[in-house]
Nanobody, 121 residues
């Protein structure tokens, strides 16, 4: 019932920018923590950025100062602004959220389908 859908991925040149979006749909009571992960070919999935419902953020060292996580509660959407992109940022990016459906008394974990980001000249 609850779904997360990413968008905004694509091809960018080194030094360029992209903004990823993750929209939650379905009958939702509340959204708690939201996160962005990424996974490069033949590498482990890693946490890129996290945002709590109270606004606390944390970032992987590799993206600090370049990426910014944010959310629009009214639109039920989370964003990842990616600046000064590097080839090593190339990966599939996934959004992840702790979401309570209206029919549930507790939050559950949900994943988006992923969106490809390729940084190359």
């Amino acid at each position: 019932q609850v779904q997360l859908v990413e968008s905004g991925g694509g091809l960018a040149q080194p030094g360029g920018s992209l903004r990823l979006s993750c929209e939650a749909s379905g009958t939702i009571f509340s959204i708690d923590a939201m996160r962005w992960y990424r996974q490069a070919p033949e590498k482990q999935r890693e946490l890129v950025a996290a945002l709590s419902s109270s606004g606390t953020t944390r970032y992987a060292d590799s993206v600090k100062g370049r990426f910014t996580i944010s959310r629009d509660n009214a639109k039920k959407t989370m964003y990842l602004q990616m600046n000064s992109l590097k080839p090593e940022d190339t990966a599939i990016y996934y959004c992840n959220g702790d979401i309570r459906p209206t029919i549930s008394i507790r939050s559950l974990g949900y994943w988006g389908q992923g969106t490809q980001v390729t940084v190359s000249s």
